[in-house]
């Protein structure tokens, strides 16, 4: 296992560091002198096999980390998952889990309250088109217009997606948030005085766009917040969130639905929650790493120490420093999404984007009360669409409970295998029956539509959104994240507008859209199975370790690595400290 401080600079690293740490960090000259000597170490390690150079007198854990202030050498430990054994696992994650404080987990849960926005305005929409009195109002739209009425607002959310991430980069992560909560105030005030069709567009349109970068932004600020042993629970309360406003939004609908301006009372609401948010983001803090980008190191240091229960926090503020004195090496311009150690990564963020959309969950969210209209549910379609949004959130709990407990990728393959499941056999039961006329058809086919929504609800809700925040370098991890944001409102705004024609008579109808979807989840499941490896338990500044693909010929090492479960334990500085810890060891205890 690689070399570790003993007990006694552990225990006096804080009050070594703490005098110091605002000259010493703000400078990042250690960090950066300690990069070099990894580089010089690294490049010996790859011309000796791997293997430590025995004729060095200078001892290889002294080449990697360099003097330090004090005398406690923590050193660039990578790949420390693989060589830990389960017993020095289980301790790490109980001293990890003393670093988590109440108020890092309101922090998340009130930034959320963005994502909370989102949620309802999936939701609204669904059921306000389906109101008798919005018909009346805009003279009855037919499919096309209905379409665009929906999926207006992702066009929205895809133009501001990809521009978010730079703008929290030099804004700021949360005055990105209170600017995304600003334009969708507006937003909202536009639809609820929507008086021709037009306005209600241009609503959605505005309202898209602040969805866009708060989409972007929030799962960032939560997962750059958190303990790395309970990011995957503090990133997937956005996805709760979602399923909140989604749930409320179908309550809403329902309790006003037979009022003659019902439609604007409900998407009214929404003005009055993003009001809330920007308030309450006057008393939550920036976050530590963004802090430490731009040499805020005095402020990083004071907002860690509010986040985490112990003071114990130079260890932490010294690793984002030495992660980010290694990536201001590098460039982090658009150009570079491409480059080898990116290129890889963006390919699998995007891709778990995209294939959150093509499992079909939207097209159930959006279109809910026309679909169990058309499969015989006339009267009752409202109270489906809400047992639905219920079962939603109560699985989305499964999903906090088990996220850093099972892992991510067991709940992203469990999750598609039911939605596959659940899908098929919804299209099955309507395609071989006349659900137009039988009612227990239809009320079948809610039952697996709940199951399908709570498959999604654990596994590729909250993921879709976890994986993309988990595996990017902070140099890059703003423009990352727009790019593969955006990708998911480009297929969310293709499911928006396709789904009205997939379901019309003539078309696929009900069971066809369902079997479409179905094929796609199938996809998704091999997908998943050899390109998403487990990032639980991982720091952010650690990445480099699981997503290590940088050729063709990486890959198979990498799919293999993902099948079999392993980490990266290709490693060899890491495996070259162990050794040569080992063999300093052994010399002690023979002299």
Request: overall charge neutral.
């Amino acid at each position: 296992m690689p070399v570790r401080a003993s007990a006694a600079q552990g225990e006096s690293l804080p009050r070594r560091l703490s005098a110091q740490v605002q000259a010493r960090l703000s400078t990042l000259s250690d960090g950066i002198r300690r990069t070099s000597n990894a580089g010089r170490v690294y490049n010996e390690l790859d011309g000796n096999g791997g293997k430590p150079n025995s004729s060095s007198e200078e001892s290889l854990e002294e080449k990697m980390t360099g003097p330090i202030v004090g005398s406690a050498a923590v050193p660039r430990k990578r790949a420390s998952l693989s060589l830990q054994e389960p017993g020095q696992q289980h301790e790490a994650a109980e001293e990890r889990n003393r670093d988590v404080n109440s108020y890092v987990v309101f922090t998340c849960m009130f930034a959320a309250l963005g994502s909370l926005l989102f949620g309802w305005d999936i939701g609204v929409i669904g059921g306000a088109i389906e109101m008798d009195a919005f018909k009346d109002f805009f003279d009855h739209p037919d499919e096309g217009l209905t379409g665009w009425i929906v999926s207006s607002f992702l066009l929205g959310c895809a133009a501001s997606a990809i521009t978010a991430g730079t703008v929290a980069d030099r804004l700021g992560r949360r005055p990105t948030v209170a600017v995304g909560a600003a334009i969708f105030f507006v937003g909202g005030l536009i639809q609820t005085f929507a008086w021709y069709t037009w306005m209600l567009i241009v609503g959605r349109v505005v309202a898209g766009l602040a969805i866009g970068v708060l989409s972007t932004v929030i799962p960032m600020y939560n997962a750059e917040l958190a303990p790395t042993s309970i990011r995957g629970v503090l990133v997937t309360l956005q996805q709760l969130a979602i399923t909140i406003g989604i749930f409320l939004s179908f309550l809403v609908n329902l309790g006003v639905q037979n009022y003659e301006y019902g439609w604007r009372y409900s998407l009214g609401i929404q003005a009055v929650l993003a009001v809330v948010l920007l308030v309450g983001l006057a008393w939550l803090p920036e976050t530590p790493r963004w802090l430490m980008m731009n040499d805020r190191c005095e402020d990083a240091e004071r907002v860690l120490r509010r986040l985490r229960k112990r003071q114990c926090v130079d260890a932490e503020l010294q690793g984002i420093a030495e992660d980010l004195a290694r990536q201001r090496q590098m460039s982090s311009a658009w150009r570079d999404l491409f480059s080898p150690d990116v290129g890889f990564r963006l390919y699998v963020g995007v891709m778990v984007q995209v294939f959150q959309q093509l499992t079909g969950m939207n097209a159930i969210m959006y279109y809910a009360p026309t679909m169990f209209k058309a499969i015989g549910l006339e009267d009752s379609e409202l109270v489906a669409t809400a047992v639905t949004g219920a079962v939603n959130v109560a699985a989305t709990f499964i999903a906090i409970a088990l996220i850093d407990r099972s892992g991510r990728r067991p709940l992203l393959l469990s999750g598609a295998l039911g939605m596959f499941g659940s899908m098929f056999a919804a299209s099955m039961v309507l395609a071989n029956t006349d659900y137009e006329h039988s009612t227990s058809a239809g009320y079948s086919v809610v039952v697996l539509i709940c199951l399908f929504v709570a498959c999604f609800a654990f596994s590729w809700g909250p993921g879709g959104w976890l994986i993309p925040a988990d595996i990017f370098q902070l140099r890059i991890r703003g423009k990352a994240m727009s790019v593969t944001t955006c990708a998911n409102w480009l297929l969310n705004f293709f499911v928006g507008k396709v789904t009205p024609y997939m379901l019309a008579e003539g078309a696929l109808n009900v069971w066809g859209t369902y079997l479409f979807y179905a094929s796609c989840l199938l996809v998704i499941l091999c997908w998943t199975f050899v390109s998403i490896p487990e990032t639980k338990g991982v720091s952010l500044e650690d990445m480099d370790d699981v997503f290590f693909v940088k050729s063709f010929r990486e890959y198979g090492t990498f799919v293999k690595n993902v099948v079999c479960g392993r980490g990266a334990d290709n490693d060899k500085a890491a495996a070259a400290v162990a050794a040569a810890a080992a063999q300093g060891k052994a010399a002690g205890n023979a002299v």
